[in-house]
């Protein structure tokens, strides 16, 4: 498993744990014949799965004295590694958050998104200060594959640079995801953020100044 929380899996393997999820149950003889690969290759396949929680092997009585047989099937995480359409369906909700006409309502919608989006990482997040608790966060972005770095600002500020934008179509479209994720990190530092560049204004990359005087915008 990653420190993301997601399951470790190479395009390789993907061949390998359809096969799993069509035709159920199987061996290595199997699954090398059926691939048109070696043994050996499948094994080390399965070895890596296994590791990352997506296939458990059951062992077979032998018919006969000897090794007993082996046959791999999906666990309940393999099988949900099929039908990710996060993307898809992240736009179309954003899409209808939009529409809403009363800005308000919109904004009372951006501000909970936030909110959510803070809640799935609140309990990873350690240190007794905002500065602290900024770099804590700064490494739960990385390790989702986030670019980001953390540095002092002066006047007890810290800026954290977004050198990768998270979410880059939904930005492309409504710069509101921008203020749902100052109110993730606003929440998760325990102090006032603002978006103090942004690259939909032009900058190379987006940068959130966290502490002191760091005024909250309203819209």
């Not at 080390?44 to 791999?72: I, T």
Request: glycine residues 10%; hydrophobic residues 35%.
């Amino acid at each position: 498993m990653s420190t993301s929380g997601r399951p470790d899996r190479r395009s390789s393997d993907t061949a390998l744990l359809e096969l799993l999820r069509t035709q159920g149950g199987l061996g290595i003889g199997d699954l090398a014949s059926r691939m048109g690969v070696t043994a050996t290759a499948v094994r080390q396949r399965l070895e890596r799965l296994m590791q990352a929680g997506l296939v458990a092997r059951a062992v077979l009585p032998a018919k006969f004295r000897g090794r007993p047989s082996h046959r791999y099937s999906l666990t309940d995480a393999g099988l949900k590694t099929a039908g990710d359409n996060f993307r898809d369906l992240a736009l179309v909700l954003w899409s209808e958050i939009r529409s809403v006409d009363d800005p308000a309502v919109r904004r009372g919608l951006v501000s909970r998104i936030g909110s959510a989006l803070a809640g799935l990482y609140q309990r990873q997040v350690t240190g007794e200060t905002p500065r602290e608790r900024l770099e804590s966060a700064a490494r739960i972005l990385r390790e989702r594959e986030i670019s980001c770095t953390v540095e002092p600002a002066g006047d007890g500020q810290a800026v954290l640079t977004s050198h990768a934008c998270p979410y880059p179509e939904l930005a492309e479209r409504d710069r509101g995801i921008c203020a749902a994720e100052r109110v993730m990190l606003e929440q998760l530092v325990g102090d006032s953020v603002r978006l103090s560049e942004c690259r939909l204004d032009g900058s190379p990359c987006c940068r959130f100044t966290v502490g002191p005087g760091a005024c909250i915008p309203t819209g």
